[in-house]
């Protein structure tokens, strides 16, 4: 169906009344005037997920500054606060459209796109009804007047604040060309002079605005960078190597590692964490009890188990907290982390430290576990992988720490000197403790479960429904967006496709290999890079709304899928 307004109004006003399903005949295009709307899928029922169209304007129409769509970075920050300002309109209509709901980060997106038509809109709409049935000048009113409403508020250049869109496109450059010279510093990450990191309250991430203490950096760790704006910001640099962060409780350790954490995104302007930039392969890790884990080599943390266990691929449906650390470790790693955060609270004690009556009590070879402490060090310097790790109940890091961060109500001093006058000689190892990372490769049909007969589809942040299971996304803490786990889930379905294409042959007739589940996950982004982010989408037209995840976060759904199987030999 294609038409203008009165087509629509007439095709509304002809199902008025009648069945819900009815509703299907608005599948079309129809010229609104100052926009064009598309209606690509229309809900079943007033209860399914709503109504997916898109709402277009053309560039000329729209106006938008060349100069802040010239290059990718651009026109990520300049669509996600499109995305932003359609949501604000969205809202201030009521409930009916929603364009999903946009937090502190500034992620890519699928909710504005700017195509060679002009610049788009992916809405969901809830078409209005009465029980089961349409009401039809509910449905006019919104289609032809609000939708319309939307893309004049948030699709024209002459309705915005033109200096903040600028503002917000160049903070987003600056945040992403800081964390490009993270690397060639050599540093994990960086905190800015001024940050505001702890947040409102425990449910929420907008910044506390009462009583915040801005954070300030050690003289002896500050570093400056000059920004592509001319810009210039300090603060302190997190050295590569091992960063020990201490203190007493509530005083802010566990809110600079977090802030940390999220530091692998850019911010929003007023977050408070807009100059806390981390590199972007950085890894949360944590204890996770239950979780599943298949085909881990974690024997240089594991080995020697009673049970008689291989751990050098270690498999299990209900990992306790140290093997679910260890595992989780393991796999960060071999996707590709350049460096792990690691906090106390949440980590499993026997995984990370043993004093020294236990191992007089319990010697060491009737204890399987090697704890990280002792393995921290070769973890660098054999794989080259940094730890940034919150401890408050014990000093045993100090043996093997780069630096030593104290905070002290919220204000950070560095403690190396003193903590080294602390610390113990640790014997190291004398021999390699990490082999090369193991090729795990999984087995035909491991992403095809028997029965799945839909896409995989996420339920808010922390679960995807694969088939019949669900994988538990809740302790992988960078996952930050549910439009991101949306993402993964139909990324989910893109690796069975790619895992069932062969690898090519080393020699002309040869057969190819099996993918392993690291060159999948690599295609998968150089796809995305290529395509971009909606062909992912199993859907034309709209893509529904998804954000730009990690390959980090693609990893961790797969490893905790409970269905993965890997092929052996």
Known sequence: MSGNADTLTKILASIDGRGYGSYKQLTGSYDLGRCRLVVDRVQVDPFAPPSLMRVIVGRSAAALPEDLLSDQRGRVAATD???????????????????????????????????????????????????????????????????????????????????????????HRDQEALRDQLPGRGLVAFVGNDAILPRRSGDSDLPLTEGAVPFCSPESMQVSFQLPSGR????????????????????????????????????????????????????????????SVAGVDISPFISGLPS??????????????STSQAASLVEAVDAGASALLIDEDTSASNFMIRDDRMRRLIPAEHEPITPFVQRIRPLYEERGVSTVLVAGGSGAFFDVADHVIALQE?????????????????????????????????????????????????????????????????????????????????????????????????????????????????????????????????????????????????????????????HEG
């Open 81 to 171: 606060f499109l995305t932003r300002a359609a949501s604000a309109a969205a809202a201030a209509i009521g409930e009916g459209i929603s364009i999903g709901t946009p937090g502190q980060e500034v992620l890519e997106r699928t909710s504005v796109a700017l195509t060679d038509e002009g610049v788009e809109a992916r809405l969901a709409v809830q078409l209005p009804a009465a029980g089961r049935r349409i009401r039809g000048r509910a449905a006019t009113r919104l289609l032809t007047e609000d939708v319309p409403r939307i893309a004049a508020a948030a699709l024209l250049h002459a309705s915005l604040d033109a200096a903040a869109l600028r503002a917000h496109v160049t903070l």
């Open 410 to 566: 919220y204000v950070p001093r560095d403690v190396t000197a003193q903590a080294r006058e602390l610390a113990e000689t640790t014997p190291q190892p004398g021999s390699s403790v990490f082999g090369p990372t193991r090729a795990r490769i999984p087995a035909a049909g491991a992403l095809r479960p028997t029965g799945k007969t839909k896409p995989a589809s996420a339920r808010g942040r922390d679960t995807i429904r694969f088939g019949r299971e669900h994988i538990d996304l809740a302790a992988v803490s960078q996952l930050v967006d549910a439009a991101q786990t949306t993402a993964i889930a139909h990324a989910l379905d893109r690796l069975a496709e790619l895992l069932e294409q062969p690898e090519p042959a080393e020699h002309p007739g040869a057969a190819g290999s099996r993918p392993t589940l690291d060159a999948a996950i690599t295609a998968l982004f150089v796809r995305l890079d290529a395509d971009g982010l909606e062909s992912l989408s199993p859907h034309r037209g709209h893509p529904g709304h998804l954000a730009r995840p990690r390959p980090l976060e693609v990893h961790a759904a797969v490893n905790r899928y409970r269905g993965l199987r890997l």
């Open 232 to 291: 210039t910001v300090s603060g302190m640099g997190v050295t590569e190597g091992i960063t020990v962060i201490v203190g007493g409780g509530y005083h802010g350790k566990s809110t600079l590692l977090r802030a940390i954490e999220r530091g692998v995104y850019a911010h929003r302007v007023g977050d408070g964490r807009e100059w806390v930039l981390t590199r972007g392969d950085v890894a949360s890790v944590r204890a996770e009890d239950g979780r």
């Open 308 to 321: 008689g266990t291989d751990t050098r691929s270690f498999s299990t449906t209900n990992a306790s907290g």
